[in-house]
């Protein structure tokens, strides 16, 4: 089952209602495993890693898909989640399904009672309100604030009773279920923090130097310890077992702990792997797969492979910074179409396919994940390599000339040379932006390629303003969903990662970000899936001639984990969206 606005993987049944005061817990459904539920041990010690140092436990300032708090510390929360055998939405957090009023703007819902954080305190409406008046105000500055606002504005949240929540949306929104399905913090935690001090009391709670006996989360695992560029350690929630059980009727999550090794860069974490330390692993390209297999075939590792389960769910992609008003010249130069397409031309897709992925990917010219086919259309415009074509729009741009240096220089001797910057240790990334940077030095642009530490490339990236301090990032978006898979926080103008252009006040500065910012919510107000997706094609056919974002390659997504695990999806239920297990269901033979 799969959860939002947060990408989270977890899966749960919905609930029978019994009499009295407590509901039934959540039963997983064997259906959901490829192993039965009675092959199950308790226990052990799940081990993955990481290849940037974390930022921060606080939930509401951490903005990393798998940082401990957003992803970690919230497997199995949320209201509602996704059958990842229809799609379809069942109540997780939620007693059922909502009542729904208002011409499908009210929804009524009422929360699962029994449930417990950590510390044994009880979860309630309580706690979704707090969080909610926490992510929504833009002095704490959380990556989640986007998507509580529809066409700015909000969507409210109200406490009917201990346990009873109403939510009300400013339009229909076909992504409702996702956006009501946020973890929910303690309010005796955080809601404390927030009536004493405001913005600044909760931005100061919880950082890497917390006691951990005092981190309380409603998800599976709760932090155990933490050291700084070596490990975090994750323990079982106790209280989490009480309302999650799987279909033998024992309590979950089944493993003791969760140990997530810090590592400096992917080979460091597939020999890792390689060696048996890890459990899991996903292969970047052939050459990993080759190597896992010679490991296999040679006996020195013992796991499982499956190679091309589905295209890849996530995006790989190069964004200039319009908001350099310190460097005119340079802004100008960002906000010309002609010199983004000329960029997209730049782009050798093809060749970072074969070198950066082992062939194992497709080239990709749209922001929709490759796994979203529907929602593709090849009749939008694509600036595929042709340097050729990339020096005649620079020509007509005014850089017909290459100094003694062999960098293209324009009538007023500005050198068409910017800084990329890509997150250190992503050896991936490393390879596409280096072929980048050499097909570019092949028409005169000079690119000063960067690697950088992720934390400070992330805080580049969502900073606001006129003067933003970047040229130009080469990162990756992972998220989203497949009811409408165009970012809530990514197209609309103002908004936390629409990374291009986020000025003070955030406006739109083109005609076509504006349309882009119109079409995407009448997208997601559109309930109908076919009318939905033709809206989609037309935000596609938008976004593709504005080229904001150059987009790169598309990856396969490939399965690799230790043998010494079970609790795995059936082969047909894997893919990249909905991964290929969930922790809470996982355990150690």
């Not at 606080?58 to 199995?76: C, D, K, Q, V």
């Not at 992609?317 to 960002?334: G, M, R, V, Y």
């Not at 007023?412 to 910057?421: I, S, V």
């Not at 978006?477 to 955030?506: E, K, M, Q, R």
């Amino acid at each position: 089952m799969k959860t939002k606005p947060m990408k989270y993987m977890f899966a749960f049944a919905a609930a029978l209602t019994l009499g009295g005061s407590f509901a039934a817990p959540f039963v997983y459904p064997a259906k959901w495993g490829a192993d039965p539920a009675s092959a199950a041990k308790k226990g052990g010690d799940f081990r993955d890693s990481s290849i940037s140092d974390y930022k921060t436990i606080n939930p509401f300032t951490s903005a990393e898909a798998r940082s401990i708090p957003n992803y970690w510390m919230s497997l199995g929360t949320g209201l509602f989640g996704q059958d990842q055998t229809n799609d379809s939405f069942i109540p997780v957090m939620a007693e059922s399904l909502p009542e729904i009023s208002n011409n499908g703007k009210r929804f009524v819902v009422k929360v699962r009672q029994g449930m417990k954080f950590s510390d044994g305190q009880p979860i309630t409406a309580d706690d979704w309100i707090t969080t909610y008046k926490i992510h929504t105000d833009d002095k704490v500055g959380s990556n989640a604030y986007d998507g509580f606002f529809i066409s700015d504005k909000p969507i409210t949240v109200k406490k009917i009773n201990t346990y009873t929540l109403q939510f009300d949306f400013p339009f229909t929104d076909a992504t409702a279920y996702n956006k009501m399905s946020y973890t929910p913090w303690p309010d005796h935690v955080f809601g404390k923090a927030y009536t004493a001090g405001g913005a600044e009391a909760v931005k100061k709670l919880w950082g890497l130097n917390v006691d951990p006996a005092t981190v309380v989360t409603a998800g599976a695992f709760v932090l155990q310890s933490y050291s700084a560029g070596q490990r975090a350690v994750l323990k079982r929630n106790p209280n989490f077992g009480e309302w999650n059980k799987d279909s033998a009727g024992a309590a979950l999550p089944y493993l003791d702990t969760v140990t997530l090794k810090i590592v400096k860069d992917q080979n460091a974490s597939l020999a890792s792997y390689l060696a048996g330390e890890l459990d899991t692993y996903g292969p970047r390209n052939a050459d990993d797969l080759a190597q896992i297999t010679k490991a296999n075939t040679a006996g020195t590792l013992k796991s499982t492979l499956l190679a091309n389960v589905s295209p890849a769910a996530s995006s790989q992609w190069i964004t200039f910074n319009w908001n350099k008003a310190d460097s005119p010249a340079k802004q100008k130069l960002f906000r010309d179409v002609r010199f983004r397409r000329a960029m997209s031309m730049v782009a050798n897709r093809e060749a970072m396919v074969q070198l950066a992925l082992g062939g194992l990917g497709v080239p990709t010219y749209y922001s929709v994940y490759p796994v979203f086919k529907a929602y593709i259309s090849d009749s939008a415009p694509k600036y595929m390599y042709n340097l050729d074509g990339a020096s005649k729009l620079l020509a007509q741009m005014g850089f017909t000339k290459k100094g003694s240096d062999g960098i293209l220089v324009n009538a007023q001797g500005q050198k068409l040379e910017f800084t990329l910057a890509t997150n250190s240790g992503n050896t991936t990334r490393a390879q596409l932006g280096q072929i980048f940077t050499d097909e570019a030095k092949k028409i005169g642009v000079k690119v000063n390629f960067t690697p950088i530490d992720f934390n400070v490339l992330v805080g580049q990236l969502t900073a606001k303003g006129e003067s933003r301090p970047f040229d130009a990032i080469l990162l990756g978006l992972s998220g989203g969903d497949n009811i409408w898979p165009y970012g809530t926080n990514v197209v609309p103008c103002g908004t936390n990662l629409h990374s291009y252009n986020n000025p003070t006040g955030g406006k739109c500065a083109t005609a076509q970000e504006q349309l882009m910012t119109k079409l995407f919510y009448q997208g997601q107000g559109t309930v109908d899936q076919a009318a939905r997706r033709a809206v989609g094609i037309q935000l596609l056919n938008t976004e593709a001639a504005l080229q904001p974002v150059i987009f790169l390659v598309g990856g396969s997504y490939h399965v690799a984990y230790n043998n010494r695990l079970g609790g795995q999806f059936p082969r047909d239920q894997m893919d990249s969206y909905y991964e290929s297990r969930s922790v809470v269901t996982t355990y150690i033979k």
